[in-house]
């Protein structure tokens, strides 16, 4: 009857610690590592919608239940890593703007398919998850130039006996840096054509 009592409480634990809304936290990423060397000059414009942007990515399991409005981690994270590799200027909108052709190229990502769950062990539990992107590239006459999907691969965060739902966002935080700087790459070689 202890032991079954034991086990209860620890399921009931473990659910509890894996429940939340979570947030966009800049602190979590180290954007020194996903930037360009050196810096480019030209203007980038990045598109998200407000369907993305307002999107709410949600996940049960028996010991976990998150959601995140992840979009919007897109859309932050983006601007952080780009702004900061391009001296020309980034700008962020909902939509194709009407005006004049004044970027010299335009990307427009968003998460298509994600997997967050936990690993269950002898040392607890262990958070994995992946993100996966599709990204649509515009040249300055808004003519695409490349279609393409980017995954982060499975990403795995320590090992617990009460991990929180902070481990998750942490992980998916990091997710998408890790396709942003993919995404950036790409930019760099889509300018240098």
Not at 71 to 82: D, E, P, R, T, W
Not at 111 to 121: E, F, P, Q, T, V
Request: contains cysteine.
């Amino acid at each position: 009857m202890r032991k079954t009592i034991a086990v209860l409480m620890t399921v009931l634990t473990l659910g509890f610690s894996g429940c939340g809304t979570t947030k966009y936290n800049s602190s979590y990423i180290n954007f020194d590592q996903y930037l360009l060397i050196i810096p480019r000059p030209e203007k980038i414009l990045i598109i998200t919608t407000k369907d993305a942007d307002e999107k709410l990515f949600k996940k049960t399991t028996m010991f976990v239940k998150y959601s995140g409005f992840w979009g919007k981690y897109v859309k932050n994270i983006s601007l952080k890593i780009f702004e900061r590799s391009f001296t020309g200027g980034v700008k962020h909108v909902n939509e194709m703007p009407d005006s004049e052709k004044e970027y010299d190229l335009i990307i427009n990502p968003r998460i298509s398919d994600h997997k967050a769950y936990r690993h269950m062990g002898l040392l607890g539990e262990t958070p994995v998850i992946e993100i996966v992107m599709d990204v649509i590239f515009y040249d300055k006459n808004k003519k695409i130039i490349l279609k393409k999907q980017y995954t982060s691969g499975e990403l795995q965060g320590k090992s617990e006996f009460f991990p929180t739902i902070e481990a998750i966002n942490k992980l998916a935080h990091k997710a998408i840096a890790i396709n942003m700087k993919q995404i950036l790459s790409d930019t760099q070689k889509l300018l240098d054509r």
